[in-house]
């Protein structure tokens, strides 16, 4: 009786796992979290260029978006999930040190300026240049063109 018990909340803890596998790394999940870096990249881009007022809380905002999300995207590229994504490209699972270290060096590179926030539009367009480059080497590299 008891075994059984047991039995059945190993099933259950797997039929969990299973779960969360199913939705991580496929390219719904990835493309959520790059969609987030793109949003708020363009907050930042809109005040760099003036087209919105310089507000201390969007760009704090954004930079943690930022920071947070280069934390866990690495997690979405696991072992066994290479195939049926065709914005990733496979270079990512063989090269998965590289990839992991760049997407640290993003959130470690917008920490560094959460911590010391831009002070104006100026700064912010600074920001983004530095962010920017982590973004677009790694797209360079890593993202294949799906159109
Ligand atoms: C560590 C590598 C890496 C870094 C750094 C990175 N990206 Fe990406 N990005 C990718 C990959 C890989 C994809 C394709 C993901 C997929 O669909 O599987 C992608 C896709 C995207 C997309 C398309 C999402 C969609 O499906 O519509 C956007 C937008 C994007 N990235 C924005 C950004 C921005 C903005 C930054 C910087 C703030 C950034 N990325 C930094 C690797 C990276």
Redesign the pocket.
Known sequence: MKFKAIAAGVFLVGVAVTAVFAQDGT?EA???L??K??A???ALAAIAKGEKPYDAEVIKTALTT?SQ??KV??D??KPGTETG?????PK?WQNMDD??A??A??GTD?ETILAQLPADAAGVGGALKT??A??????E????K?E
């Open positions: 390219h990835r493309s959520a790059m969609k870096n793109g708020a990249a363009g930022i999300t280069a995207f690495p979405q590229f994504d065709k914005a990733a490209s990512i990839f992991k760049r997407s060096k993003l917008a962010l920017g982590n973004c677009g080497g790694c797209h590299i890593y993202r294949l799906t």
